[in-house]
């Protein structure tokens, strides 16, 4: 069966279901976990990635300073042409009106063999560098684990805001219906219905305003995630048993020493200061005197080293002598005139191969005063790493001590929140009663109910600060925040 189109019914259908599927997909939630919304956040993470990029570079540094200790080798070539007055490279004498190209290859190697230790104290250095900057890796994860945490309770916490304020606002729908059946029948004055509906309407103005805060708490989680905001993508939300959380029986001081030795802060600085006594030690290394081994190959090539081939001619000619009584003597001989070519290039290596081993020491006595200042440098910049990890250290007691503090305060917070809760919610809960019988009046019933929503409100936002100081305390106590 077709429509009148010409579309076949079965087709249409086949149609119809595909965009269905389509649409039910691209509508389904998406949701995550804390530790996939830390993981995500750490991956994404600029900081992360810097910390990332400057421990690459120190590797980078490692492995120059292990490479060093090899020797140096250069290879050199020159091809020169020259013309008029030069050197002859044959006779090494100086002539005039030459014409002849020369080649000159060699190569060369130089290694430190000593100079105080530089080099291996170097190396040392370098390997502590990147031990540090892997603390300072895991230092910005902590950050970013405590920060989104922290977002992410946000979120929970608006979330069950949003939720009670929906069902206050419902409530208070019921009410309205009831008096207007009242009204209806005569049996309620128009007053008191009026409040009831501006009463909703302030309720639905508190719904409006704890959306607009709990979308603003997704986007800043987002934005700790940098990820693309998306209504899709919710967050998990975990079962919180608030009478779970005990009491923390240790002081600040006790977490302090146990969290001490983890602390990637402090073993960056402590780290650092290591460093800083590899440094001195490199820079006392210039006053050491430095041995070199020197090492060279070289050879030579000229157009005016010739070599004879073949005879071209025989010349006579004579030659006077004397004999033993000084008597002259003539002597009739044949000399050769032979025809030359230039020696050829292997010959010539051959040759002219020379080969050089030598050994060279230096002893520092005046170099403008640079070595003393690097190692007064290098000694203040030891004493400002003992400063540093100092600093960390305090930094450290300050936070596991606000930290404890912070907790201890929630705690007092939610148990006043929580008997403040329970006695409006109570006062409520019979105010409701009365008003529906008519015992109590609407301005009343309203305050009570504005007394109980406020509670409601304090006791939600007390119970998920007592959540994450619990959590902060857990994490320097070595707990997982997952």
């Avoid at 590899?278 to 006053?287: A, E, F, H, I, Q």
């Avoid at 005197?289 to 080293?305: C, D, E």
């Amino acid at each position: 069966m077709k429509t009148k189109f010409g579309i076949s019914i079965q087709y249409l259908a086949l149609v119809v279901m595909i965009l269905f599927f389509l649409t039910q997909k691209s509508s389904a939630q998406k949701y995550l976990s804390l530790q996939e919304c830390v993981d995500v956040a750490i991956k994404n993470n600029i900081s992360v990635k810097q910390r990332e990029a400057g421990k690459e570079s120190v590797k980078a540094d490692l492995l120059q300073s292990k490479m060093s200790v090899l020797p140096n080798i250069n290879g050199q070539a020159t091809n020169n042409f020259n013309t008029g007055f030069a050197i002859n490279p044959a006779t090494n004498t100086a002539e005039q009106n030459l014409t002849f190209r020369n080649n000159t290859m060699g190569i060369s190697a130089n290694m430190i063999l000593f100079n105080g230790f530089q080099q291996s104290n170097n190396i040392r250095l370098q390997q502590s560098n990147i031990k540090a900057s892997e603390q300072d890796v895991e230092s910005t994860k902590n950050t970013i684990r405590l920060t989104v945490a922290n977002a992410y309770l946000q979120v929970l916490m608006n979330t069950e805001l949003d939720e009670r304020n929906h069902l206050q606002a419902g409530f208070t729908r019921e009410q309205i219906v009831k008096q207007q059946k009242l009204y209806d029948l005569g049996a309620a004055n128009k007053v008191k219905l009026l409040q009831l509906k501006a009463q909703v309407a302030n309720e639905e103005l508190v719904i409006v305003t704890g959306k607009n805060a709990l979308e603003q708490s997704y986007l800043t989680l987002w934005q700790l995630m940098n990820i693309e905001p998306d209504t899709s993508v919710r967050i998990i939300k975990p079962e919180i048993d608030i009478n779970k959380i005990e009491n923390e029986p240790r002081t600040s001081t006790e977490i302090y020493n146990d969290y001490l030795g983890q602390s990637p802060e402090v073993k960056a600085a402590q780290q650092r200061v290591r460093s800083a006594e590899l440094t001195k030690y490199v820079s006392t290394g210039g006053r050491s005197p430095r041995i070199t081994m020197n090492a060279s190959l070289s050879s030579l090539y000229s157009t005016q080293s010739q070599q004879p081939t073949s005879i071209s001619s025989l010349n006579n000619y004579t030659k006077g002598y004397v004999d033993k009584n000084n008597n002259p003597l003539d002597i009739n001989a044949v000399m050769p005139t032979y025809n030359y070519e230039v020696t050829p290039f292997s010959t010539q290596f051959d040759r002219n191969l020379g080969k050089a081993l030598g050994f060279t020491m230096s002893v520092p006595i005046f170099n403008a005063w640079q070595v003393n200042t690097n190692i007064q440098k290098s000694k203040i910049n030891e004493y400002s790493a003992h400063l540093t990890e100092k600093q960390a250290q305090n930094d450290l007691y300050k936070n596991i001590s606000q930290a404890h503090q912070d907790f201890r305060a929630a705690q007092k917070k939610y148990e006043a929140t929580q008997n403040s809760f329970d006695a409006n919610k109570e006062s409520y809960q019979l105010s409701e009663s009365q008003f529906t019988l008519g015992a109590i009046n609407t301005t009343d019933y309203l305050n009570i109910k504005n007394e109980y929503l406020k509670a409601q409100s304090s006791y939600v936002q007390a119970k998920y600060e007592l959540v994450f100081r619990r959590k902060v305390l857990d994490f320097y106590l070595g707990k997982s925040l997952y």
